[in-house]
């Protein structure tokens, strides 16, 4: 079987990885010549929406997939009319507007911070009073890492605010004080079989993920099944589903879900019964998914703008590596390490033995 994956970045190298032991065989369409997955598989050269490319991805590819939600929306309609895709276009495209997103989950019972859509400065200053001091301001489209997005203090912060977007679409949301950040692993195939990990709780700095940590047992696991099981059925998704959750005394509401593998799962390659990686090609080519069970206890720390030596982490009893084969540049996702563990004190000794190491070559 030959899966199709637009993006060959670091999610399709450990597709791609996850993928080698099933026999599977992979293509990548992108167009950057030295992105990282390219040597796991074909790499077809070029933009995503080039039609010579999709046409061969198309008609070699059993089945299509993506590292990217990003994937413009006739590319995703051409190739599901020609092979399998999924997750399916409708996912995408729910996934790629912050305010088609929030309206979506709003209409299917999933509680969201407060928004409303602004599309010039006196809209932005009219909604205001409404949605209340702080608030964030999106861009509508394009956003990841905290990009496109500026934090409103008072009313002398919305010009600027207004002008750093440039007149692209936005919201505005009510800023939420989250007692902590969780995400939720879900996974559907297309027999409607759904599976979940533990939930995993994130710690973010500048807009960028830093850790995971793998929490079995939380009391919030069965409010985040229920809603990332909705999600899944609305949209008859098959892949996974990560869904981007905020906890408030309590109670969990929606920041935004990713129709892919997701860098809060990174964890599950060593502390799962079955990676992310694997489950998603799993359910893709509508296999049995695997157990999610947590092996042993387990933290993932990013590796940020640079590496130490690679000796410094390897040495580190119970830590796993991950090189993504990418060049460092400041803000960007250069590797990641695992550390998973019998007890928490020692995932605590080994996360802290991690995070010392990034921070000294962290230039985000
Ligand atoms: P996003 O790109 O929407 O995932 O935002 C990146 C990070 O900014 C999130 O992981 C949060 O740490 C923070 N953030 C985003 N939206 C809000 C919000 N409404 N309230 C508080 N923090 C937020």
């Not at 008609?59 to 590319?75: C, G, I, L, W």
């Not at 004080?177 to 559907?188: L, Q, T």
Request: proline residues 5%.
């Amino acid at each position: 079987m030959i899966v199709g994956i637009l993006g060959a970045g670091q999610l399709a190298r450990m597709i791609a990885l996850a993928g080698y032991p099933l026999g599977l065989k992979f293509i990548f369409l992108d167009p950057s010549k030295d992105a990282c997955a390219n040597s796991l598989g074909e790499h077809l050269h070029g933009d995503y929406n080039e039609p010579k490319l999709l046409e061969q991805l198309a008609k070699r590819a059993d089945v299509v997939t993506y590292e990217f939600e990003n994937v413009p929306a006739d590319v995703a309609e051409f190739l599901a009319a020609h092979t399998q895709v999924h997750p399916s276009p409708k996912a995408l495209a729910v996934a790629q507007d912050r305010l088609v997103e929030k309206t979506f989950f709003n209409s299917i019972d999933i509680p969201t911070p407060l928004y409303a859509p602004v599309d010039s400065l006196e809209e932005l200053e009219f909604v205001m009073p409404t949605i209340g001091w702080p608030a964030i301001l999106k861009s509508r489209r394009q956003g990841y890492d905290g990009k496109g997005q500026s934090v409103l203090k008072s009313t002398d912060d919305l010009k600027t605010a207004w002008e750093l977007l440039e007149g692209v679409p936005a919201i505005v949301e009510a800023f939420v004080p989250f007692n902590r950040e969780v995400s939720m692993i879900a996974v559907r195939n297309a027999a409607g079989a759904v599976v979940f990990y533990p939930l995993s709780e994130n710690l973010h700095r500048g807009g960028i993920l830093r850790t995971a940590t793998c929490c079995e047992g939380d009391p919030m696991q069965q409010q985040a099944e229920s809603y990332a099981l909705r999600l899944l059925e609305a949209l008859d998704y098959v892949g996974v589903l990560a869904l981007e959750l905020f906890e408030v005394d309590g109670q969990l509401m929606a920041n935004e879900f990713a129709p892919r593998v997701h860098n809060s799962g990174h964890w599950t390659i060593e502390g799962s019964e079955t990676s992310q990686f694997e489950n998603h090609l799993r359910a893709i080519l509508n296999l049995p998914l695997g157990s999610t069970a947590a092996v042993g206890q387990s933290a993932m720390v990013n590796f940020i703008g640079g590496l130490p030596d690679s000796k410094d982490i390897v040495s580190i009893p119970q830590a796993h590596l991950h090189l993504y084969d990418k060049a460092p540049r400041k803000g960007r996702k250069v590797a990641h390490a695992t550390a998973r563990t019998e007890t928490s004190q020692q995932l605590i000794n080994t996360v802290n033995q991690l995070v010392a190491l990034a921070n000294q070559t962290d230039n985000s």
